[in-house]
Protein backbone atom coordinates (compact mmCIF):
# COMPACT_ATOMS: atom_id res chain seq x y z
CA UNK A 1 0.00 0.00 0.00
CA UNK A 2 1.28 3.35 -1.44
CA UNK A 3 1.67 6.28 1.48
CA UNK A 4 1.27 9.66 1.10
CA UNK A 5 2.18 12.30 3.91
CA UNK A 6 0.79 15.31 3.91
CA UNK A 7 1.67 18.73 5.85
CA UNK A 8 0.85 20.18 7.45
CA UNK A 9 -2.56 19.32 8.97
CA UNK A 10 -3.74 22.93 9.73
CA UNK A 11 -2.79 25.60 8.48
CA UNK A 12 -4.10 29.37 10.00
CA UNK A 13 -3.16 32.45 8.45
CA UNK A 14 -3.79 36.10 7.59
CA UNK A 15 -4.89 37.30 4.50
CA UNK A 16 -1.40 38.66 2.26
CA UNK A 17 0.33 35.95 3.79
CA UNK A 18 2.36 33.20 1.33
CA UNK A 19 2.36 29.37 2.02
CA UNK A 20 3.56 25.91 1.27
CA UNK A 21 1.84 22.46 1.64
CA UNK A 22 3.65 20.03 1.50
CA UNK A 23 3.04 15.94 0.13
CA UNK A 24 5.87 13.31 0.59
CA UNK A 25 6.27 9.66 0.04
CA UNK A 26 8.74 7.28 -0.40
CA UNK A 27 6.73 5.86 -3.42
CA UNK A 28 6.84 6.95 -6.71
CA UNK A 29 3.67 7.45 -8.33
CA UNK A 30 2.59 8.57 -11.77
CA UNK A 31 0.94 11.61 -11.50
CA UNK A 32 -0.08 13.84 -8.91
CA UNK A 33 -3.44 15.83 -8.50
CA UNK A 34 -4.58 18.16 -5.97
CA UNK A 35 -7.90 18.62 -5.19
CA UNK A 36 -9.47 21.23 -2.87
CA UNK A 37 -13.20 20.55 -0.56
CA UNK A 38 -15.54 22.87 0.28
CA UNK A 39 -17.35 21.81 3.27
CA UNK A 40 -20.42 20.07 2.95
CA UNK A 41 -19.10 19.40 -0.92
CA UNK A 42 -16.83 16.42 -2.38
CA UNK A 43 -13.41 17.26 -4.03
CA UNK A 44 -12.96 19.19 -7.07
CA UNK A 45 -9.87 18.87 -9.08
CA UNK A 46 -7.23 21.95 -8.96
CA UNK A 47 -4.08 20.07 -10.93
CA UNK A 48 -2.90 17.17 -12.40
CA UNK A 49 1.13 17.19 -12.29
CA UNK A 50 2.60 14.06 -15.06
CA UNK A 51 6.33 14.54 -15.34
CA UNK A 52 9.48 14.98 -12.74
CA UNK A 53 10.00 18.30 -11.94
CA UNK A 54 7.16 19.39 -13.82
CA UNK A 55 6.11 22.81 -12.56
CA UNK A 56 2.09 24.40 -12.87
CA UNK A 57 0.54 27.27 -11.84
CA UNK A 58 -2.90 28.29 -11.82
CA UNK A 59 -3.04 32.51 -10.96
CA UNK A 60 -1.45 32.54 -7.43
CA UNK A 61 -1.14 28.84 -6.80
CA UNK A 62 2.34 26.80 -7.83
CA UNK A 63 2.11 23.43 -8.03
CA UNK A 64 5.86 21.55 -8.38
CA UNK A 65 6.59 17.68 -8.93
CA UNK A 66 9.20 16.11 -7.27
CA UNK A 67 12.19 15.64 -10.04
CA UNK A 68 11.67 11.54 -8.40
CA UNK A 69 8.20 11.52 -8.36
CA UNK A 70 7.84 10.52 -4.92
CA UNK A 71 6.99 14.24 -4.18
CA UNK A 72 4.72 17.67 -4.74
CA UNK A 73 4.52 21.03 -3.09
CA UNK A 74 1.35 23.39 -3.64
CA UNK A 75 2.39 26.76 -3.20
CA UNK A 76 0.00 29.62 -2.65
CA UNK A 77 1.20 33.42 -2.99
CA UNK A 78 -0.88 36.49 -0.93
CA UNK A 79 -3.94 34.41 0.42
CA UNK A 80 -7.16 35.18 0.59
CA UNK A 81 -9.83 34.14 2.21
CA UNK A 82 -11.58 32.88 -0.57
CA UNK A 83 -8.89 30.39 -0.59
CA UNK A 84 -10.00 28.53 2.73
CA UNK A 85 -10.89 25.38 2.91
CA UNK A 86 -9.52 21.74 2.33
CA UNK A 87 -6.58 20.70 0.52
CA UNK A 88 -5.91 17.08 -0.76
CA UNK A 89 -3.06 15.90 -2.44
CA UNK A 90 -3.68 12.50 -4.28
CA UNK A 91 -1.36 10.12 -6.40
CA UNK A 92 -1.82 7.46 -8.43
CA UNK A 93 0.03 4.46 -8.67
CA UNK A 94 2.84 3.82 -10.89
CA UNK A 95 3.28 0.25 -12.95
CA UNK A 96 1.29 -1.78 -14.26
CA UNK A 97 -2.45 -0.36 -15.13
CA UNK A 98 -3.77 1.72 -11.85
CA UNK A 99 -7.65 1.73 -13.45
CA UNK A 100 -6.99 5.15 -11.96
CA UNK A 101 -6.64 4.52 -8.48
CA UNK A 102 -5.99 7.08 -5.91
CA UNK A 103 -3.73 7.10 -2.79
CA UNK A 104 -4.83 10.50 -1.19
CA UNK A 105 -2.58 12.62 1.70
CA UNK A 106 -4.66 13.25 5.10
CA UNK A 107 -5.18 17.06 3.93
CA UNK A 108 -4.26 20.61 5.05
CA UNK A 109 -6.95 22.47 6.18
CA UNK A 110 -6.35 26.17 5.74
CA UNK A 111 -7.81 29.22 7.07
CA UNK A 112 -7.30 32.59 5.61
CA UNK A 113 -8.50 35.18 7.70
CA UNK A 114 -9.45 39.01 6.62
CA UNK B 1 -25.40 17.75 -17.31
CA UNK B 2 -25.95 17.14 -13.22
CA UNK B 3 -22.26 15.22 -13.48
CA UNK B 4 -22.06 13.19 -10.32
CA UNK B 5 -24.97 12.52 -8.21
CA UNK B 6 -25.41 10.31 -4.67
CA UNK B 7 -28.36 9.27 -2.76
CA UNK B 8 -29.54 9.97 -0.16
CA UNK B 9 -27.49 13.36 1.51
CA UNK B 10 -27.57 11.99 4.86
CA UNK B 11 -28.91 8.56 6.92
CA UNK B 12 -28.73 8.01 10.54
CA UNK B 13 -28.73 3.47 10.76
CA UNK B 14 -28.82 1.83 13.63
CA UNK B 15 -26.11 -1.23 14.27
CA UNK B 16 -27.05 -3.82 12.25
CA UNK B 17 -29.30 -2.15 9.67
CA UNK B 18 -28.78 -2.74 6.16
CA UNK B 19 -28.80 0.13 3.37
CA UNK B 20 -27.86 0.93 -0.20
CA UNK B 21 -25.76 4.40 -1.28
CA UNK B 22 -26.72 5.23 -4.93
CA UNK B 23 -24.39 6.69 -7.32
CA UNK B 24 -25.18 7.78 -10.49
CA UNK B 25 -23.04 9.54 -13.31
CA UNK B 26 -24.05 11.24 -17.26
CA UNK B 27 -20.53 11.59 -18.44
CA UNK B 28 -20.16 8.15 -20.12
CA UNK B 29 -17.19 7.21 -17.73
CA UNK B 30 -16.24 3.81 -17.76
CA UNK B 31 -14.53 4.51 -14.02
CA UNK B 32 -15.98 4.35 -10.79
CA UNK B 33 -15.04 4.52 -7.41
CA UNK B 34 -16.20 4.79 -3.89
CA UNK B 35 -14.57 5.98 -0.69
CA UNK B 36 -14.89 7.04 2.83
CA UNK B 37 -13.35 10.40 4.41
CA UNK B 38 -12.56 10.37 7.83
CA UNK B 39 -11.06 13.32 9.73
CA UNK B 40 -7.58 13.44 9.82
CA UNK B 41 -7.47 10.41 7.01
CA UNK B 42 -8.08 11.89 3.94
CA UNK B 43 -10.52 10.00 1.47
CA UNK B 44 -9.74 5.96 1.16
CA UNK B 45 -10.56 3.87 -1.29
CA UNK B 46 -13.32 0.99 -0.71
CA UNK B 47 -14.62 -0.52 -4.18
CA UNK B 48 -13.96 0.81 -7.31
CA UNK B 49 -15.25 -0.72 -11.22
CA UNK B 50 -13.86 -0.32 -14.29
CA UNK B 51 -16.54 -1.22 -16.48
CA UNK B 52 -20.26 -2.01 -16.22
CA UNK B 53 -20.36 -5.83 -14.33
CA UNK B 54 -16.85 -5.26 -13.24
CA UNK B 55 -16.06 -4.89 -9.39
CA UNK B 56 -12.67 -4.56 -7.53
CA UNK B 57 -11.62 -4.14 -3.83
CA UNK B 58 -10.00 -0.96 -3.01
CA UNK B 59 -8.24 -0.70 0.69
CA UNK B 60 -10.87 -0.57 2.78
CA UNK B 61 -13.51 -3.32 1.51
CA UNK B 62 -14.85 -4.89 4.53
CA UNK B 63 -18.16 -4.91 5.82
CA UNK B 64 -19.08 -2.80 2.01
CA UNK B 65 -20.33 -4.36 -0.99
CA UNK B 66 -20.94 -2.87 -4.46
CA UNK B 67 -22.56 -3.82 -7.62
CA UNK B 68 -22.50 -2.22 -11.15
CA UNK B 69 -25.21 -3.52 -13.35
CA UNK B 70 -25.70 -0.10 -15.40
CA UNK B 71 -22.43 1.66 -16.43
CA UNK B 72 -23.99 5.12 -15.45
CA UNK B 73 -24.62 3.77 -11.89
CA UNK B 74 -22.49 2.06 -8.82
CA UNK B 75 -24.01 0.89 -6.06
CA UNK B 76 -22.50 0.52 -2.21
CA UNK B 77 -24.18 -1.70 0.28
CA UNK B 78 -23.62 -2.56 3.52
CA UNK B 79 -25.43 -5.63 4.77
CA UNK B 80 -25.20 -5.16 8.56
CA UNK B 81 -23.80 -1.29 9.69
CA UNK B 82 -21.51 -0.79 12.67
CA UNK B 83 -20.77 2.20 14.02
CA UNK B 84 -17.31 2.18 13.10
CA UNK B 85 -18.83 2.73 9.23
CA UNK B 86 -20.01 6.14 10.31
CA UNK B 87 -17.92 8.16 7.67
CA UNK B 88 -18.77 10.65 4.88
CA UNK B 89 -19.05 8.83 1.80
CA UNK B 90 -17.90 9.84 -1.80
CA UNK B 91 -18.76 8.26 -5.37
CA UNK B 92 -16.38 9.23 -8.06
CA UNK B 93 -16.15 8.56 -11.55
CA UNK B 94 -13.28 8.87 -14.42
CA UNK B 95 -12.08 8.24 -17.89
CA UNK B 96 -9.01 7.19 -19.09
CA UNK B 97 -6.86 9.89 -21.81
CA UNK B 98 -3.94 10.22 -23.50
CA UNK B 99 -2.01 10.72 -20.50
CA UNK B 100 -1.17 8.74 -17.96
CA UNK B 101 -3.93 10.21 -15.87
CA UNK B 102 -7.19 9.82 -14.39
CA UNK B 103 -8.94 12.80 -13.54
CA UNK B 104 -11.98 11.87 -11.34
CA UNK B 105 -14.92 13.89 -10.69
CA UNK B 106 -16.86 13.71 -7.23
CA UNK B 107 -20.23 13.92 -6.12
CA UNK B 108 -21.71 15.50 -3.00
CA UNK B 109 -21.38 13.12 -0.38
CA UNK B 110 -23.29 10.83 1.75
CA UNK B 111 -23.47 11.47 5.24
CA UNK B 112 -23.90 8.02 7.43
CA UNK B 113 -24.23 7.56 11.16
CA UNK B 114 -24.73 4.67 12.72
CA UNK B 115 -25.71 4.59 16.28
Known amino acids: TQLLEQSPQFLSIQEGENLTVYCNSSSVFSSLQWYRQEPGEGPVLLVT?????EVKKLKRLTFQFGDARKDSSLHITAAQPGDTGLYLC??????????????FGQGTILTVHP | NAGVTQTPKFRVLKTGQSMTLLCAQDMNHEYMYWYRQDPGMGLRLIHY???????AKGEVPDGYNVSRLKKQNFLLGLESAAPSQTSVYFC??????????????FGPGTRLTVT
Open chain 1, 90 to 103: AGEDAGGTSYGKLT
Open chain 1, 49 to 53: VVTGG
Open chain 2, 92 to 105: ASSYSQAQLSYEQY
Open chain 2, 49 to 55: SVGEGTT
